[in-house]
């Protein structure tokens, strides 16, 4: 979920509008700075040099591309007159150019350097930037111009901390260039990007509930009020309804009661008889991974767990709980929630190749009743979105 919602008791909260209400065109908003659609228009720049050579993963920033980018950002506006945000992102990639100009500075000089040229042709419009990977630190020597704003996302740090607490490199290196780019530009001009999702297996579970209350009110304590909480919101994803209603309900008030709101929204979700055994299969893999060795990133694989929180004797255990609950809901209107609450472990069987307990067939029965209730298809993979039964086919299972 992008932007913010009106915080009904926070009235210093405001809302971006233009995110939700003038949709760009296709993924033009994010990555934009991609080489070959430097904003969505054929423009003569040049890639990247990594290693002495020429990469299209990233644009360099180094030469004068800025007077084009200057052109086609005034045709942008001209097209979305009223439209008052705007980005100018890297590519989503973790390199950047080596050349002999972009190696005496820091990558998020020499992004902002180029950033400031559109910037300051626009005053009245609003420029996000993305603090991705390489920019992620805050400039050494450019100033960004007073019409940037910085979208700083937690990509590389692990998920099973909150973002407080976690004593990782990556972590402790993201509160050091949070509170630099807080330093920089002001926190009124921060808008954070955290990730509680698994973009590679949208159906694995991913235990991560702890750290979304934790983590909204981390930044809400730092003045920030601009987010974008990405989750697996897709049809049938593992605990979409849920995650995107507690997140919603955190951004609106970072300091409720979380453990309370957490119970409120399984009871709404999955039926008072039910939400016990779906809290208590939460708080079981949630355990079951904090006290594992692994950690846990947005691109992971079930097979890295299956020693860990996803080996066969706790998927048996998460499959025991999640069956009662499904028990619990037969014949009420909480029924098919509770089955897809169920399929991650499914699908996790299935992508484990556990021969004993794989039920390929339960798997597909609750994928097709929840076809033939709402006509949407489950997705597995953010890149891919493979329909269930082509990814059966292609695993060798029909
Ligand atoms: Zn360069």
């Not at 045709?75 to 009223?82: A, F, G």
């Not at 901390?161 to 260039?177: H, T, V």
């Not at 955290?194 to 009110?217: A, C, E, K, Q, V």
Request: aromatic content about 12%; some cysteine.
């Amino acid at each position: 979920m992008i932007g913010e919602k009106p915080v009904r008791q926070d009235p210093n909260a405001h809302v971006i509008q233009d995110f939700f209400h003038i949709p760009p065109p296709p993924n033009d908003w994010i990555h934009n700075l991609n080489f070959g659609r430097l904003l969505n228009s054929e423009v003569e720049i040049a890639p990247a040099i990594i290693n002495g050579k020429v990469v299209l993963d990233q644009v360099c920033f180094s030469i004068s591309t800025s007077k084009n980018a200057v052109n086609n950002m005034r045709k942008l506006i001209e097209e979305n007159p009223t439209r008052k945000n705007w980005t100018l992102s890297i590519a989503d990639a973790n390199k950047w150019c080596e050349c002999e100009f972009c190696i005496k500075e820091t990558p998020t000089d020499s992004f902002l350097r180029f950033v400031n040229t559109i910037a300051e042709k626009f005053p009245d419009k609003t420029f996000y930037i993305l603090a991705y990977f390489a920019t992620q630190p805050p400039p050494q020597t450019v100033r960004p111009k007073k019409n940037i704003n910085v979208i700083i996302t937690t990509i590389d740090v692990p998920k099973d901390d909150p973002i407080q607490y976690g004593n990782r490199a990556e972590a402790i290196k993201f509160r050091n260039n949070l509170k630099d780019w807080i330093d920089c530009v002001g926190a009124s001009r921060i808008m954070v990007w955290d990730y509680f999702s698994n973009f590679r297996h949208l159906l694995m579970p991913f235990p991560i509930w702890h750290t979304i209350g934790p983590n909204i009110r981390y930044y809400a304590n730092l003045g920030i009020n601009k987010f974008i909480m990405q989750t697996d919101g897709g049809p049938g994803h593992e605990f979409s309804e849920f995650k995107t209603r507690l997140i919603s309900e955190l951004m609106i008030n970072p300091w409720r009661n979380v453990n309370r709101l957490i119970v409120d929204i399984l009871i709404e979700i999955y039926g008072v008889h039910s939400a016990p055994s779906i809290l208590k299969y939460m708080q079981t893999i949630e355990k079951e991974q904090i006290y594992g060795p692994g950690w846990l990133m947005n691109w992971g694989d079930p097979k890295e767990y299956q020693c860990e929180y996803l080996s066969k004797s706790k998927l048996q255990i998460y499959k025991e709980i999640l069956s009662q609950a499904c028990t619990l809901s037969q014949s009420t209107p909480y029924e098919m929630q509770n089955k897809l609450a169920l399929l991650p472990i499914l699908y996790t069987c299935i992508e484990l190749g556990l021969p004993d307990i794989v039920d390929y067939d339960l798997f597909k029965k609750i994928c097709q009743e929840y076809y033939s209730k709402t006509g949407e298809t489950i997705t597995l993979e953010e890149q891919h979105w493979t329909p269930w039964h082509e990814y059966l086919h292609n695993k060798g299972y029909e």
